[in-house]
Each structure stands twice: as C-alpha cells, then as structure tokens.
C-alpha cells in the first residue's frame, strides 16, 4: 500500500544541540503497519512549540476540525516532529519505542478515519511532551489523556 501525503523537513544545523527523535522511513514503516489511509501531511520542525510551557515537544497529531461555520470540508490529519536536544536523544528514543508511541498515534489516526462526523467536525490533536524523564501525551484541550 502506497500513502501519499505532503513531506517537508526542517534542516538542522550541522553543529546543532537538536536532532529529530525518529526518521522519516521508521514513521512510513509504522503508517503501512497499522494501516493509515488518510494522512495529509508528515513534517520535522526545529520551531518550539508556544503552546506547552514546559517540556519538549516531541510529536503533534492533529485533525483540523471539519467543521466550518455552517459547511463541511474532509480534512487529513497532520503529523508534526519536533526537534529535541541532543542531550535527551537517546532517552527519548527509548521511550518512544518502550511505549510505542508511533504506533499508538498511528492507531489513533486510524481510529479518526471511521469516526463519526460529531468526532471529526471539531480540531482533534495528541501532543507529545518530554518532561520529567517521561512522554507525556495532551490532548487539544491540554489535558493528559492516554493513547489506544
């Protein structure tokens, strides 16, 4: 199975303190393992995230809400990776596969594929934080929620 979606990745500088917690070919390894159909766009940033006041961003998953004012537009999730020290690399590596967070995100997207229109018609997200050793996932309304 072939998914086509939008790709984009912020360069690193060669002496930078950032790297990016996974590669592109483990996360399209994980999308045709679990069988996502719908994806709109993967993207690796070196942007901090505003919206979290502690902690690294790590992954943010999103569904823009379908939603608007009176109207109905399909939507694809978004997937975005951050950039995270290199100093907490291999921690976060491991945790990552520890817990299997991209399968668990994965299977969430595919969770919202079949979902129902009062499910998808408002912005859907999981965020993942490194904090306090750990991978902490939020929701859209910064609340900590779990993964399927």
């Known amino acids: 199975m072939v998914l086509?979606?939008?790709?984009s990745k912020d360069a690193l500088p060669k002496k930078?303190?950032?790297?990016?917690?996974?590669?592109?070919?483990?996360?399209?390894?994980i999308l045709i393992e679990v069988g996502v159909t719908e994806l709109g766009d993967i993207s690796f940033s070196t942007g901090k995230r505003t919206d979290y006041t502690e902690g690294y961003p790590v992954f943010v998953a999103l569904l823009p809400g379908e939603?608007?004012?009176?109207?109905?537009?399909?939507?694809?999730?978004?997937?975005?990776?951050?950039?995270v020290p290199k100093e907490h690399l291999d921690r976060i590596r491991s945790l990552i596969n520890e817990k299997k967070i991209l399968h668990k995100i994965m299977d969430w997207l595919v969770s919202l594929e079949t979902a129902s229109n009062v499910v998808r018609d408002?912005?859907?997200k999981r965020g993942v934080i490194f904090l306090d050793d750990n991978l902490i996932v939020f929701d859209e309304n910064s609340k900590?929620?779990?993964?399927?």
């Not at 939603?67 to 950039?83: D, E, I, N, Y």
């Open 4 to 7: 086509n979606y939008e790709y």
């Open 16 to 29: 930078s303190d950032y790297a990016y917690p996974v590669k592109k070919t483990d996360i399209d390894n």
């Open 67 to 83: 939603s608007h004012k009176g109207r109905w537009s399909k939507s694809t999730p978004l997937l975005t990776v951050h950039a």
């Open 122 to 124: 408002i912005a859907r």
């Open 144 to 148: 900590k929620v779990g993964l399927p």
